[in-house]
Every structure is written in structure tokens, then in C-alpha cells.
């Protein structure tokens, strides 16, 4: 793919860590929907000082610890960095993508588990959060290696979008999570087909490599499950992208 295209990809993407109407905040995150890392408004910063507080060693803070709205400036920060080097900017925007679909497979399924009816879909959310865990584990020191941050919390427009799908009925909580892990997971295995063909580094190959099989498994497994509900259960997907472009 080339770079001008995984660009604006990724800005469509991670990028919209800043620019939804109801971005998500301390006031209006619901208790029971869970985040990766501490709750926003409860980082400490560098220095170890609350949010509101002084830092006293005049240090910048770090991004990742300063909510969404930093998150943002991290990634655009991030992508036009990997601009001045077109030779391993496409592994990069990859490794950065792929880290914000594990972060928010996580999310979802989480989400699913609490507050869902069907058991069958909780026992699915349950592998699929099992096996995004993982796989974000092994991406994390491959993406630190390559020099990408991978942001620690949930884009604005992605929290929203969870705490809208915390309100559903349990019932309709069921059918939303298995309709967006069907065209997830369809983009995802294209995705990581195509990017296996043209990743550089080794190690970032080597995930998208092992990580493959178990997407095209929750594909499969979602699909079945679609088709048990009633819904549609289309097998193929046109089109790039990953989960977090939704």
C-alpha cells in the first residue's frame, strides 16, 4: 500500500482522537465501561503529580498519561515523523494502527461481557479479548522498537461510541457487538493479508504473521454466530482498512 494512502488511512483512524462532538471525559465515562491504563483525569504525569497540579521540575508531561485530546497531538506528531522516512513509514502507520485495533477489540469485548444477555457472544468476546490482549503484548516492544507510541487510551470518538453502546438493552448490546466484529475482523484479515506481503522489519512480520490465523478464527466464529442470531453473514469483505477506521 503505498505511503500516501496508509497516511490517510491512519488520520482517518487513530487521528480521530480529537474530533467528535461528545468526546468522552471524567464527567461522562460510565463507571462500568472499562479503559486501558488509570481513569482520565487520574494520570500522574512524569513527575508523578496529579492532573490540576503543579510540575514542578518544569518536565513535559507525558502524552499518553494526558487524555485523548494529547493523544491527538502524540499521533499527528507520530505520523509526521514517519513522513521523513518513506522507507519504513508503512511498517510504522501498520504498527500503529494495528495497536489501536487491539486496544479497542479489548474495549468492546469487555464492554460485551458485563453487560451482555447471550451467553454464547460473552463466551466469544471472552476469546476475542483473550486473543487481542495477547497479541497487543506481543506488538507493544516490536512497535517501541520501530519508534511508535502506541497510545494507551481510547480515542475520543471511540470512547463515545462505547458509552452510547453501554446504554443499549442487553439484547441489542448482543447484536451490535456481533455486527462490528463481523466487519472488524473482515477488514482486519485483509489488512494483515496484504500488509504480511510487504511488512520490511522481521519481528512486525512475525506478528502480523501469527496474529493472521487467530483474526481469520474470530471471523469464522463471528460469522456462525451471525448466522445463528439471523443476521447477515457476509463472507467476504472489498475494500482496506482495520478495525479502528470504523
Not at 147 to 160: D, M
Amino acid at each position: 500500500m503505498k505511503f500516501n494512502t496508509l497516511t490517510a488511512v491512519a488520520a482517518a483512524a487513530c487521528m480521530t482522537l480529537g474530533s467528535v462532538g461528545f468526546a468522552a471525559g471524567p464527567n461522562n465515562v460510565p463507571n462500568n465501561v472499562p479503559t486501558k491504563g488509570k481513569a482520565l483525569g487520574q494520570n500522574p504525569d512524569v513527575n508523578g503529580a496529579a492532573h490540576g497540579q503543579p510540575n514542578t521540575n518544569n518536565q513535559p508531561a507525558n502524552p499518553a498519561d494526558m487524555g485523548p485530546m494529547a493523544t491527538t497531538d502524540s499521533v499527528s506528531s507520530q505520523i509526521s515523523t514517519f513522513a521523513k522516512d518513506p522507507n519504513t513509514a508503512s511498517d510504522k502507520l501498520f504498527a500503529l494502527e494495528a495497536g489501536c485495533g487491539n486496544m479497542w477489540e479489548v474495549q468492546f469485548a469487555k464492554l460485551e461481557q458485563e453487560k451482555g444477555s447471550d451467553q454464547q457472544v460473552k463466551d466469544l468476546a471472552a476469546k476475542i479479548e483473550k486473543d487481542h490482549a495477547a497479541a497487543e503484548q506481543k506488538l507493544e516492544p516490536v512497535a517501541s522498537k520501530l519508534g511508535v507510541n502506541i497510545p494507551q487510551q481510547l480515542s475520543p470518538e471511540k470512547q463515545a461510541k462505547l458509552n452510547l453502546y453501554s446504554q443499549l438493552p442487553a439484547d441489542q448490546l448482543d447484536k451490535t457487538y456481533l455486527s462490528e466484529m463481523k466487519a472488524d475482523h473482515l477488514k482486519d484479515v485483509n489488512a494483515y493479508a496484504d500488509h504480511v506481503k510487504t511488512i520490511q522489519d522481521s519481528d512486525l512480520r512475525t506478528y502480523a504473521t501469527d496474529t493472521l490465523p487467530k483474526l481469520r478464527e474470530h471471523t469464522a466464529m463471528v460469522i456462525k454466530q451471525n448466522e445463528a442470531k439471523g443476521m447477515p453473514a457476509e463472507t467476504s469483505f472489498q475494500g482496506a482498512g482495520m478495525s479502528m477506521n470504523q
